[in-house]
């Protein structure tokens, strides 16, 4: 099959329509090259921002309106006013950095496929097969845990606990072939997709409490194995679901201001971490001022602004809940 014989059906084109009713340039599919895996993965369709527009490419025709609508349910979200994770500190590592983003934007997806696999389930985008080729996906990426246990375990758990929001818990085949496989791993990946199914996510503030939630159960998981924790909760901005009465209060009256070891990414100049008091997840950052101006009265002045007045100062986004 080669791309240019690829059609979407009906429901994805009807999924293109609506964000391209809702995105102020244009979003078009495109399949490139020939490559089919035989197996489905999130890594194969990238969105690619051209200007003002977005071309979702899929790079992979083993099951091309499956791919597709992943990827435009994933736009979908963001542009129906749903949070997203943003990234504005340093570790000074670029390496690290890479790796530290890589990560929060997995836990974010992963929580975020709760209401993407619950839209593609709706429009009967997934079915026996599109099941069997994702958990060929599985295997393909993950092998099964060797003892004593090898340095793969945190994408073997990252890669579980997807397939559990993909599959729920209901088919015991593949639960049993998860429990033989992966004992350590999948163990983990169940009690972190408890935590992340406790409440429902069925709108953008409880899509940001439940990623906060799993950025911190990640952290403990990981620590639990002696392994470096990511302090998602720090690095990671994400985006603020606020209430109008909110956003007229003072800043000291949301966030806490903390000096960060990070430094703000485009002034290269140390980081304050605004936290948000009720979860403590980092809700935006600010550079330190230059040191002429770095007084008590510049952080005063900071924490009686309006929560609106310094978002917009720092254009930054937020969620009007």
């Known amino acids: 099959m080669q791309a240019k014989d690829v059609e979407l059906n009906d429901t994805v084109q009807d999924l293109l329509d609506q964000v391209n009713a809702l995105y102020p340039g244009k979003v078009t599919v495109q399949m490139i090259g020939e490559l089919q895996a035989g197996f489905v993965r999130h890594d194969q369709a990238q969105q690619m921002q051209m ?70 389930r709706k429009h009967h985008l997934i079915d026996d097969h599109i099941k069997d080729l994702y958990l060929k996906g599985v295997t393909a990426t993950i092998k099964p845990e060797p003892t004593p246990v090898d340095d793969e375990m945190t994408l073997r758990t990252l890669t579980l606990l997807d397939a559990l929001v993909f599959f729920g818990t209901d088919d015991q ?34 899509l940001r409490r439940n990623v906060v939630k799993l950025f911190k159960a990640f952290d ?30 003072q800043v000291k009256q949301i966030f806490e201001l903390y000096h960060s070891d990070m430094h703000e990414k485009t002034t290269q100049r140390r980081g304050y971490v605004g936290f948000n008091k009720a979860d403590e997840q980092n809700a935006f ?25 310094l978002f917009k100062q720092l254009k930054m986004p937020y969620i009007l809940r």
């Open 51 to 120: 200007g003002k527009d977005i071309a979702i490419q899929v790079a992979d025709l083993t099951a091309p309106n499956y791919t597709a609508s992943h990827e435009l349910l994933h736009l979908l979200m963001i542009l129906s006013g749903f949070p997203q994770v943003f990234f504005s500190l340093t570790t000074g590592q670029p390496a690290l950095d890479e790796q530290l983003m890589i990560m929060g934007t997995e836990l974010y997806d992963i929580v975020s496929h709760i209401v993407v696999v619950s839209e593609q």
């Open 285 to 309: 950052v600010l550079p330190s001022p230059a040191p002429k101006d770095d007084t008590p009265e510049y952080y005063t002045k900071i924490y009686s602004m309006t929560v609106e007045d």
């Open 173 to 206: 085949a593949i639960m049993d072939q998860f429990t033989r496989d992966y004992p350590i791993s999948f163990a983990a990946a169940q009690k972190l997709y408890a935590v992340i199914t406790a409440k429902p996510v069925d709108s953008p503030f409880s």
């Open 220 to 249: 403990e998981q990981l620590e639990a194995w002696s392994l470096p924790a990511l302090h998602n909760t720090e690095f990671t901005t994400l985006t603020s679901v606020l209430s109008k009465r909110q956003l007229g209060l």
